[in-house]
């Protein structure tokens, strides 16, 4: 049975941000809306209580003006036929009862003087006691009673607030969905966009939350454009300049094909090789420029002593020196000079800078490398030699890709100092073309600034 390859997993869902926002908005209403509901039902509650038990004091006392002499000892009197959830008994000072309302449940004769709860046939009351001179006047209401038109009375209260919590979600809903239409907006801006179309988004009109994040992918679609025009440009240079090495061989294999004596196949075979090997440097110089060319500084770096990697470049350089005539002069053992860099990148940067110096520097000449500290324990390297020497027009245009100094002998491609250029601007380092002082040729210096 074939293997199958497991599938990757399937990434979350993305969370919507209106969504979520939404939500959180909402339960902050509701909850709100409950607790108002609740603060407004203890409320109502309470202030119905307080206006019952008013009620029942008014009661009380619009009953103290002369019953007793209006009525014969020992008779009672029952009061009008009506509800039986407000009772009323009036009781003379020896206890015989003048006055009562319509109601099997009688209260208990003895009452605390105020308000108390006492129990009559298996149900609580609510009574007001008011003593006089003559009499004792009770009132009472049902609690049940008093309860249910509380209730009824405090959900009229709270009912507006019920009604306008949904209308309240749904203004919340809009809201959100008014506030974040920018972003909206923009997303459908970048979903129409071409995939190169680096062109900034707009900034206006954007909540100041979402600005700077647009502010910062503009910043990025910034350097997305100039490492695309960078692309673009070394994709066409490097074009250029490989047409040029790659007709070339083809042409010599057309002579090594058409050469008929052995010396002349040998020769053909050795411009060949030639050949090879000079396209073998471009195509190398061109993979070190892609790899060190770029603005951003250089990651995992670690301390380099400088002097120790300039006196091993030279070391590796030395057998092309000896085939060349040319005299080598490097730093002495003298007290380290440390950087903060990565050390193979110095090291294409020495290499490239002294095989620069040994292409133009005669037969019997001097290169000279020389490593020191700079200003505020920065560093400073330089590369001298005897040569020609560079125009102070052309110093600047020889940092430039694929230039050559016009006249300039040999089969170089222009991309040393490109590199060298690149690799210090990764390192923060400031790269300076001039004129020797002490052997009259070319000086080009990189200084690297203190930490």
Known sequence: ???????????????????????????????????????????????????????????????????????????????????????????????????????????????????????????????????????????????????????????????????????????????VGRALAPVQQLRRQLAARRADELAPLPVAGLPAEVAPLVAEMNGLLARLEAAWQQLSDFTADAAHELRSPLAALRLQVQGLQRADTDEARQTATERLLAGVDRATRLVEQLLALARHDGN???????????????????????????????????????????????????????????????????????????????????AELAVEDSGPGIAPEDRQRVLDRFYRVPGTPGHGSGLGLAIVQAVARRHGARMEVGESAGLGGARVEVSWPAP
């Not at 119905?48 to 008013?54: N, P």
């Not at 046939?121 to 007001?128: F, L």
């Not at 290499?351 to 020389?370: C, E, F, M, Y």
């Open 1 to 175: 049975m074939a293997a199958t390859t497991p599938r990757p997993a399937a990434d979350p869902p993305a969370r919507s941000l209106r969504a979520r926002l939404t939500l959180l908005l909402l339960l902050t209403v509701l909850v709100t809306a409950l607790a108002q509901g609740v603060i407004t039902w203890r409320a109502a509650r309470a202030e119905i209580e307080s206006v019952f038990d008013a009620q029942m004091e008014r009661i009380a006392l619009s009953l103290t003006g002369g019953l007793a002499s209006s009525v014969l000892e020992g008779s009672v009197i029952d009061g009008p036929p009506g509800t039986q959830e407000l009772i009323i008994q009036v009781w003379r000072a020896d206890g015989i009862m003048l006055y009562r309302s319509p109601s099997a449940r009688l209260l208990p004769p003895q009452a605390v003087i105020g308000f108390s709860d006492v129990q009559a046939a298996g149900e609580p009351y609510r009574v007001y006691t008011l003593e006089t001179a003559t009499q004792v006047i009770q009132v009472a209401q049902a609690v049940s009673a008093r309860r249910r038109m509380a209730g009824q009375l405090a959900l009229r209260a709270v009912l507006p607030v019920a009604l306008l919590a949904p209308v309240l979600m749904l203004i919340v809903g809009w809201v």
């Open 296 to 378: 951003g500084a250089a990651s995992a770096t670690a301390p380099v002593d400088l002097a120790a990697l300039a006196r091993r470049a030279l070391h590796d350089a030395t057998s092309e020196a000896q085939a060349r005539q040319i005299e080598l002069r490097g730093p002495d053992a003298a007290a380290p000079v440390m950087i903060q860099g990565q050390a193979d990148a110095l090291a294409v940067l020495l290499r490239n800078l002294i095989d620069n110096a040994l292409k133009h520097t005669p037969a019997g000449g001097v290169v000279q490398v020389s490593v020191r500290h700079g200003e505020g324990a920065g």
